[in-house]
């Protein structure tokens, strides 16, 4: 249904190069609803929660640090099967196995610098989601275009 939603967060590099508007054009442009943005720079204790299925990982500590260097843009996204279509959209974990046309495929070359986050399943989506956001920063509205977007 409609309703799905995804966590999607641009990186600090992400935001250091300028790429903020070109991400969001990415879903705004594909028809997906825009339900929550925030500019954060958050905790260490947040961002290890965030990541806490990689806690052990010898790249957890220098990813939380990264993480740490700059602010973050996180936000909701919401349509029909969006939390496997962001991911899509995104990429590879590893930008050199990323298809060109996606954001790490057009914008990145390193896992470590590969300038955006985004759920890799319903449920964690549900979870991240409840993480970065309260319940009343996710905007309720009707999209005006859905007719022209979904059949
Ligand atoms: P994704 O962000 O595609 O969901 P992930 O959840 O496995 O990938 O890892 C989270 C982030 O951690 C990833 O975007 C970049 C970093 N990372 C993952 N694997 C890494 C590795 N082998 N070396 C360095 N950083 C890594
Ligand atoms: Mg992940």
Known sequence: DTVERTFIAIKPDGVQRGLVAK???????????LVAIKMVCPSREHLEVHYD???GKPFF???????KSGPIVAMVWE???????????LGATNPLESEPGTIRGNFAIDT???????????KSAKREIAHWFNNDELCDYNLE?????YE
């Open 145 to 149: 275009l859905k007719k022209s977007i």
């Open 112 to 122: 470590g610098r590969n300038v955006c986050h985004g759920s890799d399943s319903v």
């Open 61 to 67: 500590q220098g990813l939380i640090e990264f993480m």
């Open 79 to 89: 349509g029909l099967d969006v939390v496997r279509q962001g991911r899509k959209l």
């Open 23 to 33: 991400i969001i054009a990415v879903f705004e442009q594909r028809g997906y609803k």
């Open 53 to 55: 299925d990689l806690r």
